[in-house]
């Protein structure tokens, strides 16, 4: 079962209380074949933790990693995932699909 928006949304809240660093990743723009639709979340720590989804599979492990790197850094990315990407097949998104992934700091 995902999280719902509320879950995500509470739990970076919590990590927030507890002095971590958060950030949120949203899917802003899909093409073809995509698991999570436009505004899909995930929330992330400063520890790679996570809760919710914007993709699926190594899709998510590339934007954790990613986050974690917007977390110290504090500067958002978007993050683009598919099929023309030479990493489709890396991160799992061979499925004929396109995603943007934008990734920023929760302060």
Do not use: Q, Y
Not at 12 to 38: C, Q
Not at 70 to 79: Q, Y
């Amino acid at each position: 079962m995902l999280a719902t928006d509320n879950d995500i949304m509470n739990k970076a809240e919590a990590w927030r209380r507890e002095g971590k660093g958060v950030a949120i990743a949203t899917v802003v723009e899909t093409w073809g074949s995509a698991p999570r639709p436009v505004g899909s979340h995930l929330v992330i720590d400063n520890d790679g933790n996570f809760l919710g989804s914007v993709s699926g599979g190594c899709v998510e492990g590339a934007v954790v990693t990613e986050a974690v790197d917007v977390i110290e850094s504090g500067a958002p990315r978007m993050l683009e995932f598919g099929v023309a990407d030479e990493t489709a097949w890396k991160v799992g998104l061979s499925c004929g699909g396109r995603i943007r992934v934008f990734v920023e700091k929760v302060d």
